[in-house]
T-cell receptor, first 115, second 113 residues
Framework: DAMVIQNPRYQVTQFGKPVTLSCSQT?????MYWYQQKSSQAPKLLFH???????NEADTPDNFQSRRPNTSFCFLDIRSPGLGDAAMYLC??????????????FGPGTRLTVL | DAKTTQPTSMDCAEGRAANLPCNHS???????VYWYRQIHSQGPQYIIH???NNETNEMASLIITEDRKSSTLILPHATLRDTAVYYC??????????????FGTGTRLTIIP
């Protein structure tokens, strides 16, 4: 089945140690998103790629970066994780533009713990 | 995107219809109403969306009032697996540069056996 895959599902890192989360999709969608969801809060968009164009949310800290080497893969890099970055990180995809479906498909998320 | 207001929590008996309300009194003419849900420890899942006509799919029905200032998501025969947080979101689809979903606080629906 076509899907959005996130690896790993659980990630533990140390304070200040760079960490990378990965997302892949078999849906061939042109847009990929990264959301952050802290405990008992709603998901909040960090940034997204529309094709190769990177779109950063105004309030996303510089500590968070992203790469999209091809249509299928997208990475979230946290350069120096702080305790406040502990959260669930959700990847989503959608097909926008001509033929779009107006629907975002989410992966299962990666739960990040910062020690 | 217009702001939405939802009750914080609701209970529903298993097998009964679950009716989840959403107020979006500032919705503009080109904004659609979307519903997503998030089961514990999973990513959000799309349920349904609509503009002004009532919509139905295999998961749920969406009833939008004539003035479009509120809507109701109906799960016709709730099961225990429908226990989740339900988010009502209004947005303009295919709006280049603003594809994001802005989640509110949502309604925590608990299905009671």
């Amino acid at each position: 089945d076509a899907m959005v895959i996130q690896n790993p599902r659980y990630q533990v890192t140390q304070f200040g140690k760079p960490v990378t989360l990965s997302c892949s999709q078999t849906l061939n969608h042109n847009v990929m998103y990264w959301y952050q969801q802290k405990s008992s809060q709603a998901p909040k968009l960090l940034f997204h790629y529309y094709d190769k164009d990177f779109n950063n949310e105004a309030d996303t800290p510089d500590n968070f970066q992203s790469r999209r080497p091809n249509t299928s893969f997208c990475f979230l890099d946290i350069r120096s994780p702080g305790l406040g970055d502990a959260a669930m990180y959700l990847c989503a995809t959608s097909r926008e533009g001509s033929g779009g479906t107006d629907t975002q498909y989410f992966g299962p998320g990666t739960r990040l713990t910062v020690l | 995107d217009a702001k939405t207001t939802q009750p914080t929590s609701m209970d529903c008996a298993e097998g009964r219809a679950a009716n989840l309300p959403c107020n979006h009194s500032t919705i503009s003419g080109n904004e659609y109403v979307y519903w997503y849900r998030q089961i514990h420890s999973q990513g959000p899942q799309y349920i349904i969306h609509g503009l002004k006509n009532n919509e139905t799919n295999e998961m749920a029905s969406l009833i939008i009032t004539e003035d479009r200032k509120s809507s109701t998501l109906i799960l016709p025969h709730a099961t225990l697996r429908d226990t989740a947080v339900y988010y009502c979101i209004v947005r303009v689809p295919r709006n280049f540069g603003n594809e994001k979903l802005t989640f509110g606080t949502g309604t925590r629906l608990t299905i009671i056996p």
